[in-house]
């Protein structure tokens, strides 16, 4: 292909192959020519109650696995012709990269060159466990968290801080503490066992309030809620499928 077209398309070492300029173009290119065959097929498929193809997602691994897991299997059961490729990552995913049809996605949107729909609300909470309150004292209002270990997610430091919300106003507050990590799982674990106070979406701390391992604080200062977002290509046409799944979950979680 590079003799054809007369230009390098990879950069070759011993260790690695990756795409030159000229490649990322052509690649670029030839990704859209496929896309806009696919849009063809799903435009005369558009008409048909049966929704076939492959289907990828991607979602944040906490998430996809406590809500998303035990839901799918109705979705696939209505689309039996559907093959669904789920993938579960804590960080942000590259829709064009790794071919993505729509990502599930908690919080603030960044890039403009997506279009998200909103499915759900997300509600925050601090939470810590009764044995930590018992030995630490009952709080009554947020500046007092300065004073206890807080875990939080995915700070890049011991230095970091937490949202909350006092008379209809979202406010922040710096705090410390001893652990930070990517995977709210961990944070409800290490806060089960008495190592500090932490802000957990709903879906993670639920069970734990419920089989009373974390106790809700401070409840009348809890952040405004983080959205739950499903976001594809900025594309003129969305495949059935992309909207098959969106409407699903609207109808699933709202």
Partial sequence: MEGTLGVRLLNRTTRKIDLTESGKQFYSDIINIFQSLEE?????????????????????????????????????????????????DDKTTDLVAESIDVALRIGDLQDSSLVATRIADVPLHFCASPGYIAKHGELKKPEELIHHNCLRYNAPSTRFGFMFCR????????????????????????????????????????????????KIILPEFAPKPLGLYAVKLSRRFTPAKVNAIIDYLKERLT
């Fill in 40 to 88: 063809a097929e799903e435009r005369i498929q558009q008409g048909s109650k049966t929704i076939k193809g492959t289907l990828r997602i991607a979602a944040g691994l906490s998430w996809g696995t406590i809500c998303l897991s035990p839901i799918l299997p109705d979705f696939m059961k209505k689309h039996p012709e559907l093959d669904v490729q789920l993938h579960l």
């Fill in 167 to 214: 008379d209809g106003i979202q406010q922040h507050i710096d705090v410390s503490g001893t652990l930070s990590t990517n995977n709210g799982e961990v944070i409800r674990d290490a806060a089960i066992n008495d190592i500090g106070i932490t802000l957990l979406p709903n879906f993670v701390y639920q069970n734990a309030i419920e089989e009373g391992s974390l």
